[in-house]
């Protein structure tokens, strides 16, 4: 038999998966050193020339024409890139979002006691100081005074230098009525508050101001687009809860030009002082870089950057944002009842500084981070405004609601110990399963898809909580914590599906080898020239003789008269030595995957399933909808691997119900978080129905395996679906002569159903109980004698105690029909294919350890 080849390594292929994870992984921000110093020059002037605009220019210098305005105004531009008339963008507009922001901002003060004016807030009227945070909410779309186009403006001469890529179509273009948008808003931690003193020394005023930025993610729900995301820089006005944001890129000097968008002139003067120095300060580190950097610091897009030689025109926004005040007699109501003397800016203060540098203290209660927001687009000509009152119900949207970072992080941190929590319990239903299945016999029961299943998941969890960890230094512990678990989960996982693989390889090799020549690899026969055999003394035999039979291999009986299997040894002997007429074949065994390829083909699946995943986020929410939904069923569908198993091979359970129950519960717990609580750390939408068809799927499941173990795998299944298997359950009839009739033990009562020995059995088997009990006992005995069936008693030979057999009497029918009542009677006794009899808890116990005969020590089929 030549040798086979074996079967290829796949630790290459690994490796070149975990390469193409890495480099796809990794943040594409560095700089393109290779662009040459001409485009980061020029673009490095052209921002050094904006910022001397902005040092230069006073307010009203920007007074664009309006749509309401008289014919004898004149109206002021700046020289910024996308703040010319000249550039056509829709300026028009400009007036009604300046009237927009400064609604929405009365309208957030005036809905709290007091009436202050909302430029200058009163003690009691005081909205988060440091807006970093996670909000999330649902927005409605407004049309501008004129429809614009992105084929009616000349990029050329907008930006010259630039090759813009898109054509007429542009980016982050909204085209639907509504939607939903995330916003993660960021007040950089080295930034100091900027104060414009003025005449007034009014602390109220709008003179103090912080640099911020947030990331933005808008989804188009209602043409079922995919979501963008872009980020924004600007300002924040702490005392007013008032940020103004913008997008910058090489049509559009956002942030150079901002302050001249504020909403009034203390606004501009406190913004414009913070931006000189700032802007100030990152231009001056890029132009002492000796290879500068092409990037442009204040990009919107996010993923991956600007490319310095093909640039994607996007729609440009101005966002402003109203943060709502805090309701004080609540926030003093639930924390700090000591300080209520003190009043509520102090409370407000202390508990800032306690959720941003922790040190104890008690807070029973963080208000939620509660603000509007209006973007407008001047160069698309459009609007996106937060849903909620006055204008819409308090049914129809509250604006944007979230919490600040500090109050997430910690939600985010105690989820992830959850989640960890939960994993320490598989950890221990696993290897209370272990020492349970650790023979052969239990081993081969279990579905190897149903350990594959579990283990695929865990092996995902443990590389996302892997990369988790090293990504942010806020959630390093717990995310150490709970890489730990899962790598410990994984590991108690792939030794067990080892095991089962390696049990389960006979019956592998078996069933491909039963499959049909197709797959055997034998060789083609040649036929050999027609030619009359000769006879036994060398001569050719006549042409009407009829064909010569084969030789008879001698048969040797052995000493122990077990002529069967000598027979059978010696037949499958001379059916392997090729005669005449016909060539040796040769049947290749089939390859059985080694256990680095599978290990392979499980990382490759595992990547595949997380790039999908990740790519997934930005799909369009119906399709998203379905793929998550649909991967979740997949996952949940674990148990009907092992519920086909048990047809297959007539096995009532292969696991114990501690551990069924166990892993269900804990695999769907964090479905139901993410399915069912509104405010999860991921922002996802409810869904119960969705919930319910899985947790009901899941639940169906248990409950046929419950079926199968009470009433045996295949009650209800047609013989047809499934392989012959022995029934170790089978219905006992005095004349079932095709099954060898009645086991051994019971074939002595056939003839003498009222012998001695059988009324020795019956007064032995009532010999500890009471007279009412014998008495109960014989009524039900000649109950069943009246329906057409008999108990008989024999002896385990397992636990030495006797055991009652029903037994049908010839020429009748089965009382029970087939039905639950005859299958639960049948579970009391288990009959051998070597025709003994046992108790079923006995031979199952037995089976546990040696697929044996406990009396004739043949073999016999697994449970």
């Known amino acids: 038999m030549p040798p086979q080849p074996q079967p290829q390594d796949s630790g290459r292929?690994?490796?070149?998966?975990?390469?193409?994870?890495?480099?796809?992984?990794?943040?594409?921000?560095?700089?393109?050193?290779?662009?040459?110093?001409?485009?980061?020059?020029?673009?490095?002037?052209?921002?050094?020339?904006?910022?001397?605009?902005?040092?230069?220019t006073k307010w009203g210098d920007f007074a664009p024409r309006l749509v309401d305005d008289g014919q004898g105004n004149s109206p002021r531009y700046l020289n910024l890139t996308g703040f010319r008339e000249d550039d056509g963008y829709g300026w028009e507009d400009f007036g009604k979002f300046r009237d927009r922001c400064r609604e929405w901002s009365s309208n957030a003060f005036s809905s709290r006691a007091g009436g202050d004016d909302w430029n200058r807030p009163g003690p009691s009227q005081l909205p988060w100081k440091n807006a970093t945070g996670r909000v999330h909410g649902e927005w409605v779309r407004r049309p501008g005074t004129k429809l614009r186009q992105a084929a009616g403006y000349?990029?050329?001469?907008?930006?010259?230098?630039?090759?813009?890529?898109?054509g007429s179509v542009w980016g982050r273009n909204v085209t639907g009525s509504y939607g939903k948008i995330q916003m993660e808003l960021e007040e950089y931690d080295g930034t100091e508050e900027v104060v414009e003193e003025t005449e007034s020394k009014d602390v109220r005023s709008a003179a103090v101001v912080r640099e911020t930025s947030a990331s933005v993610t808008v989804q188009d729900v209602a043409n079922g687009a995919m979501s963008w995301s872009m980020r924004l820089h600007g300002v924040h006005w702490p005392r007013q809860g008032a940020i103004l944001l913008s997008t910058t890129?090489?049509?559009?000097?956002?942030?150079?030009?901002?302050?001249?968008?504020?909403?009034?002139?203390?606004?501009?003067?406190?913004?414009?002082?913070?931006?000189?120095?700032?802007?100030?300060?990152?231009?001056?580190?890029?132009?002492?870089?000796?290879?500068?950097?092409?990037?442009?610091?204040?990009s919107s897009v996010i993923e991956g950057g600007d490319d310095p030689w093909a640039l994607a025109s996007h729609c440009e926004y101005v966002m402003y944002v109203q943060l709502y005040p805090l309701d004080a007699s609540d926030t003093l109501s639930n924390n700090y009842h000591n300080h209520a003397r003190d009043g509520f800016t102090s409370l407000l203060d202390e508990m800032e500084k306690e959720l941003r540098f922790p040190t104890g203290a008690p807070i029973k209660k963080v208000p939620d981070l509660k603000m509007s927001m209006v973007a407008w687009s001047p160069d698309c000509g459009y609007f996106l405004e937060s849903k909620g009152p006055p204008i819409y119900p308090a049914t129809d949207g509250h604006h944007l609601v979230g919490m600040k970072e500090e109050v997430f992080l910690y939600e985010f941190k105690m989820w992830i110990l959850a989640l960890a929590a939960l994993y320490m319990g598989k950890i221990w239903l696993m290897k209370a399963q272990m020492k349970e299945t650790c023979t052969p016999s239990t081993i081969g029961r279990v579905s190897f898809y149903t350990a594959a299943m579990m283990l695929l998941a865990d092996g995902i969890v443990f590389t996302v909580a892997a990369a988790l960890s090293l990504a942010t230094i806020n959630t390093f512990l717990a995310g150490l914590i709970l890489t730990f678990t899962t790598f410990m989960s994984t590991a108690i996982g792939a030794a067990f599906l080892a095991d089962v693989y390696k049990t389960q390889e006979p019956e592998r090799r078996t069933r491909e080898r039963n499959r049909g020549p197709n797959n055997t690899g034998a060789a083609a026969t040649a036929p050999t020239p027609a030619t009359a055999p000769a006879q036994g003394d060398g001569l050719p035999r006549p042409v009407t003789a009829p064909p010569a039979r084969a030789p008879s291999p001698p048969i040797i009986i052995p000493s122990d008269q077990d002529i069967d299997a000598e027979i059978a040894e010696v037949t499958a002997a001379a059916a392997a030595v090729p005669t005449r007429g016909t060539t040796a074949t040769t049947t290749r065994e089939p390859q059985e995957p080694s256990a680095a390829s599978l290990a392979g083909r499980f990382a490759f699946l595992a990547l595949a399933i997380i790039?999908?995943?990740?790519?997934?986020?930005?799909?369009?929410?119906?399709?998203?909808?379905?793929?998550?939904?649909?991967?979740?069923?997949?996952?949940?569908?674990?148990?009907?691997?092992?519920?086909?198993?048990?047809?297959?091979?007539?096995?009532?359970?292969?696991?114990?119900?501690?551990?069924?129950?166990?892993?269900?519960?804990?695999?769907?717990?964090?479905?139901?978080?993410?399915?069912?609580?509104e405010d999860n750390i991921i922002f996802a939408e409810t869904d119960w129905t969705s919930f319910a068809v899985l947790a009901g799927w899941l639940w169906i499941q248990l409950w046929i395996l419950a079926f199968q173990d009470v009433l045996g795998p295949r009650f209800g299944i047609p013989k047809s679906w499934a392989p012959e298997a022995w029934d170790y359950h089978p219905v006992l009839r005095e004349d079932n002569i095709e099954a060898g009739g009645l086991p051994i033990g019971l074939v002595g009562f056939e003839s003498a159903p009222g012998s001695p020995e059988m009324e020795r059995g019956r007064s032995w088997s009532l010999s500890g109980d009471t007279d009412r009990d014998r008495d109960n006992h014989r009524e039900r005995e000649k109950d069943k004698e009246r329906k057409g069936t008999m108990v008989r008693n024999i002896d385990c030979a397992i636990c030495r105690e006797v055991l009652e057999v029903p037994v049908v009497k010839a020429g009748v029918e089965d009382p029970t029909g087939g039905g639950v009542a005859g299958v639960l009677a049948r579970r009391a006794y288990m009959v051998t294919p070597c025709r003994h009899i046992f108790h079923t808890k006995c031979l199952e116990g037995w089976l546990r350890f040696r697929l044996q005969c406990p009396i004739c020590r043949d073999e016999l089929p697994p449970l």
């Open 13 to 56: 292929v690994l490796l070149i998966f975990i390469l193409m994870f890495w480099i796809m992984a990794t943040p594409d921000n560095g700089p393109v050193t290779f662009s040459g110093p001409s485009f980061a020059t020029s673009r490095l002037q052209r921002q050094r020339q904006a910022h001397r605009v902005l040092n230069s």
């Open 154 to 166: 000349n990029l050329s001469a907008i930006a010259p230098e630039i090759n813009w890529q898109g």
């Open 249 to 298: 890129s090489e049509k559009f000097a956002g942030i150079f030009g901002l302050p001249h968008l504020s909403p009034g002139p203390e606004f501009f003067l406190s913004s414009q002082k913070l931006l000189n120095v700032t802007l100030d300060e990152v231009l001056r580190r890029k132009e002492s870089v000796r290879f500068a950097d092409p990037g442009n610091p204040w």
């Open 611 to 677: 790039f999908t995943s990740v790519a997934a986020t930005s799909w369009p929410t119906p399709i998203r909808n379905f793929y998550v939904n649909a991967l979740s069923f997949i996952y949940l569908s674990l148990w009907a691997p092992q519920i086909y198993r048990n047809i297959q091979r007539n096995s009532r359970r292969a696991f114990a119900w501690r551990f069924m129950i166990g892993q269900s519960v804990l695999r769907l717990a964090p479905f139901a978080y993410f399915y069912l609580v």
